[in-house]
Every structure is written in structure tokens, then in C-alpha cells.
């Protein structure tokens, strides 16, 4: 007896790195992993659909071969990489694992002259400043006390370097702030003039440490909130000329951790250092996503910088990246748009207790039960 023929599904996946977005009126898959585009119609789109909710849904030949073909869809589950992080953050990663170009084929006069261009491209308004003004009242700080940061070996600051979640309340003097800021955030070596003795424009600065480009996006914001010599209050630094320029006359002594996602550690630190960065000065130059990194980089290794001239002073020094952006861009009174607070410094006096006393008041539940541990005392 002849039957009908049940349809023959097989069973197909959708690649799971696709992204879909809207532009211009039109809608736009990307396979982010590998860096390909489509503008996509919407039976397209009603097809992956189709295949996404019912792996094994029955054929349809002219848009599976299609789909197939530009790796959208596929008869075997796609490999995936491990990812602990949200979407967002595997978006960034796996789309910008590979630069946007490369000169690794050209000669040196080529590569030189690809270089020149993009520069040209980049930067062919006359205005631009590598460096960034903040308006307001200018303050001056005294000179950076350059005697004290060589009193101890790199390598005792390296050891001395950790961070400190007891601070004591005691206050940290005009110089050393200036010391510091000089030291993590200042145009030490002066105007670049090997660019211009070469004919070349002064389109970056330098600080004692790297920055991707030149470019020094990262800006600093003091918090002074037991500074000897200095109001209370949040102040841009202007690295050329070792000076401040006051934003606001605030004291946040007392409300810093519930800034700082609540954290207590920070209690009796003298100052701070709010670290942000124009992130459009690193687009202008760098315009590909994966140079989100550019300014990251840049700030860890500023933060590095700090912490051992901490050490050298023989302050103590904390960090946190845990806050909300809005927040502090509020605080720090950011009304540019492309500038964002990345990073949070501390600095003071303390016994540099690496563990709060009061954590170590209430551990009790997590102890391990080794010698030596504090017991809880309620
Ligand atoms: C990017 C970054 C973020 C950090 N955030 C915090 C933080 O929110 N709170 C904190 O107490 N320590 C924070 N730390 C400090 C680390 O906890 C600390 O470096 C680590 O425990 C090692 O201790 P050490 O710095 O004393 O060597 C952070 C460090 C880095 C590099």
C-alpha cells in the first residue's frame, strides 16, 4: 500500500554569533566572530527565525542554500568559544579580535607614506590640542618634591605597592599631591620637540607612561578631601603647567563609598583620583572598535605609575572601577558626551592592611578556621 511520504527534515543551526541592527532603513546581520555583514530581507529574517525556535524544521532550499552558503546557517552546531562574560562583552571581544588593517606586506617608504596619510586624514583641522582645558578657577600647586621619589629603589616601591583598605584619617600634604600628579599625570619630559625638530606636528603628549598613539586621552580629577592647603572639592589637573582647575567645591568625605558601590575601604584616604578618558580623541585617530582597548590600557598603565609613587612617598594606595558612570561623570561635572570615569584612586596614610577591621570582625562564617584569624565579636 502506497502511503504518502512524510516531508524529510534535517536538522539545521543558526550561527550563534549574529547580531542584528537597523540603520537607514534597512536591517543588517552581522556575524560578528568574523567580521561579516549583511542587509538582510525579511523572509531571510523569518527564516532564521523558523530555524532558531525548530532545529528541525522542513527544508526550504533556496534560502537554506543561501543562508548556508554565507555561514549563517549550517547542518553541524557551530563551534562555540567558552564565555563566562553578558553579550555585550562577547560582541566586543570576538568582533574586534583582529585589527582592521595591516601593513605587514608594505616596504618602509610604504609604510611610511600609508602612516603619513592616515595621520593627514585624522587630523587635518588645524585646532586640534592634545591637550584638554576644563573652565573654571585655576589653582596653584607647589612644586613637585622630586627628592622624595628618590629616596627608595624601584625595586622597594615594587615590594611596598599593594593596596590598602585602612586608611587613618590623617591628611596628605599640597606637595605630594603635586608629587604625584606630576609624577602619573604630568608632561615631565616638556614639549614633544623631537616631532617638531623632524617637521612633524605635535599631535600627542607624554607622561611617564605609555599611552596607545600618543594620544594621553586619560584625564585626571582630584578628589581632595583632607588635603593640608587645599578646599575640599574636585579638581581637573592640567598636566603641562603642574596646576588645577576647580570644578566644585564639594566634600565627599563621607559620601565617596556609597559612590564607590558602597565600599568603606576607602574612609579616610586624603584624596583621590577619578581617571576618565575622551574616548573621541581615540576615535579620531584609532576609528576601528577594536581601539576601545587604546584607552583601558592606557589606564592601567597610569594606574601603575601612581600606586608605586604612592609607595615611594610612602603614602598608601587603593583602586576601584566599581561605580556607576553616570554618577560620577555628574560628579566630576563631564559635559563632554565622549568622556567617560574609567578608574577610581586612592591615597593616604594608613597601616596598609590589605583587610578592612571591620571584614575581619565579621569573617566568621567564611573562616577556614586556620590560626590566626579574627573572631567575631558580636
Ligand atoms: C582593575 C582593578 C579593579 C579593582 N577594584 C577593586 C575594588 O573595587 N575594591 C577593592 O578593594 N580592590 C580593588 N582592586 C584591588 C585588587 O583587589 C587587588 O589589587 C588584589 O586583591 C591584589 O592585592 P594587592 O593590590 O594588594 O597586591 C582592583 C584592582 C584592579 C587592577
Not at 525556535?53 to 543562508?67: G, K, M, R
Not at 566586543?92 to 579580535?97: G, V
Not at 576609528?287 to 610612602?314: C, E, K, M, N, W
Amino acid at each position: 500500500m502506497i502511503t504518502d511520504c512524510p516531508t524529510i527534515s534535517t536538522r539545521l543551526y543558526v550561527n550563534p554569533s549574529l547580531f542584528l541592527f537597523t540603520e537607514n532603513n534597512a536591517i543588517y546581520l552581522w556575524d560578528y566572530a568574523n567580521g561579516v555583514q549583511f542587509e538582510v530581507e525579511e523572509r531571510y529574517l523569518g527564516r532564521i527565525a523558523q530555524i532558531a525556535t525548530n532545529p528541525a524544521v522542513a527544508p526550504d532550499a533556496e534560502l537554506d542554500e543561501e543562508l548556508k552558503a554565507n555561514h549563517i546557517i549550517a547542518e553541524k552546531p557551530f563551534p562555540r568559544s567558552e564565555w563566562g562574560f553578558g553579550k555585550p562583552a562577547e560582541i566586543f571581544h570576538f568582533a574586534t579580535r583582529h585589527p582592521h588593517f595591516s601593513l605587514s606586506e608594505s616596504t618602509p617608504k610604504e609604510f611610511t607614506a600609508a602612516y603619513v596619510q592616515s595621520c593627514e586624514d585624522q587630523f587635518s583641522d588645524a585646532e586640534y590640542d592634545p591637550r584638554v582645558r576644563r573652565e573654571g578657577p585655576r589653582i596653584a600647586l607647589p612644586s613637585p618634591d622630586l627628592e622624595r621619589l628618590r629616596a627608595l629603589s624601584l625595586w622597594e616601591c615594587l615590594k611596598a605597592r599593594r593596596s590598602c583598605r585602612t586608611f587613618d584619617g590623617r591628611p596628605v600634604s599640597l606637595a605630594e599631591i603635586s608629587t604625584i600628579l606630576y609624577a602619573t599625570f604630568g608632561e615631565v619630559h616638556g614639549p614633544w620637540t623631537h616631532l617638531t625638530e623632524n617637521g612633524l606636528r605635535e599631535l600627542g603628549i607624554r607622561r611617564t607612561s605609555p599611552s596607545g598613539g600618543g594620544i594621553h586621552s586619560s584625564q585626571a580629577y582630584l578628589i581632595a578631601m583632607n588635603v593640608e592647603g587645599l578646599e575640599a572639592g574636585v579638581y581637573f589637573y592640567n598636566g603641562d603647567v603642574n596646576d588645577l582647575t576647580l570644578m566644585s567645591s564639594i566634600d565627599v568625605s563621607t559620601s565617596l563609598p556609597g559612590y564607590l558601590g558602597g565600599q568603606p575601604f576607602v574612609s579616610g584616604a586624603g584624596a583621590g583620583i577619578f581617571v576618565t578618558s575622551v574616548l573621541s580623541r581615540v576615535w579620531k585617530k584609532y576609528p576601528g572598535s577594536r581601539a576601545y582597548r587604546v584607552p583601558l590600557l592606557d589606564i592601567g598603565h597610569l594606574s601603575q605609575t601612581f600606586h608605586l609613587t604612592a609607595a615611594a612617598l610612602g603614602l598608601q594606595s587603593w583602586l576601584t572601577a566599581a561605580f556607576d558612570d553616570e554618577q560620577i561623570s555628574a560628579l566630576l561635572k563631564i559635559t563632554d558626551s565622549t568622556e567617560n570615569p574609567f578608574l577610581f584612586l586612592a591615597l593616604g596614610h594608613g597601616s596598609g592592611d590589605q583587610l578592612w577591621p571591620e571584614l575581619l570582625n565579621y569573617l566568621g562564617p567564611f573562616s577556614t578556621g586556620l590560626p590566626g584569624e579574627a573572631k567575631v565579636t558580636e
